[in-house]
C-alpha cells in the first residue's frame, strides 16, 4: 500500500467522482437484478455480477470514508452512497 497522499481528492472532484459512481453503481445493480432473473442464481455469470456489485459496493463505502477523512468537518456526507 503507498502512503497517503499529500494532495487529496477536492471536494468537487469527490463530488463528482461520487456522481458518476453512484450511476455506475445503480446500472451494475439493475444488470445484476436481470442477469439473476434470467440465468438463475446458481448461474457462474449471475454470482459474478453479484460478486462485481458487492465490490462496488465496498468502494463506494470505501470512498466515502476517504472523503470524510480528507475533509473532516466538510460536508462529505452521501458523496458515494
Known sequence: MRPASP???TLDEHRELGAELRLTRLRLHEMC???M???GPQ???AFDFVRA???MDRLC???QSQAEHDWPGHPTEG???
Open 79 to 81: 458523496f458515494y452512497k
Open 43 to 45: 448461474n457462474q455469470a
Open 7 to 9: 494532495n487529496p481528492l
Open 37 to 39: 432473473s434470467v440465468y
Open 33 to 35: 437484478t436481470l442477469v
Open 61 to 63: 463505502e470505501d470512498l
Open 53 to 55: 456489485a458487492e465490490s
